[in-house]
Nanobody, 123 residues
Framework: QVQLVESGGGPVQAGGSLKLSCAAP????????MGWYRQAPGKERELVSSISVDGTTNYADSVKGRSTIAQDNAKNMMYLQMNSLKTEDTAVYFC?????????????????WGQGNQVTVSS
């Protein structure tokens, strides 16, 4: 069982920045694929960004150029830096890890999820 603990969300003005963090106390991410998802009210959970075991990163078109995903294996941490925030970025953000498939997905039983962290961007 992997416990993921998220932090860093909250209210922010449009155009501002924030950094989300995801910690896995006592668990190593070295052989795991990781990612950030978000879910807005009435919408399905969608992938924001991911980082694979070999360090390859991927971003949704909606956040490309405004976001950076990073992983610190020494600290068992993952981060998502988001800049130039828009009101449409408002959602609950979840970190996810999958050490079996290497690709965290909502439909995979092997994917573990954080508790979710609300990000609210106001105009």
């Amino acid at each position: 069982q992997v416990q993921l603990v998220e932090s860093g969300g909250g209210p922010v003005q449009a155009g501002g920045s924030l950094k989300l963090s995801c910690a896995a106390p006592g668990y190593s991410f070295n052989s795991c694929g990781m990612g950030w998802y978000r879910q807005a009210p009435g919408k399905e959970r969608e992938l924001v960004s991911s980082i694979s075991v070999d360090g390859t990163t991927n971003y949704a078109d909606s956040v490309k150029g405004r976001s950076t995903i990073a992983q610190d294996n020494a600290k068992n941490m993952m981060y998502l830096q988001m800049n130039s925030l828009k009101t449409e970025d408002t959602a609950v953000y979840f970190c996810a890890v999958d050490c079996v498939t290497g690709r965290p997905r909502p439909e995979y039983e092997s994917t573990y999820w954080g508790q979710g962290n609300q990000v609210t961007v106001s105009s």
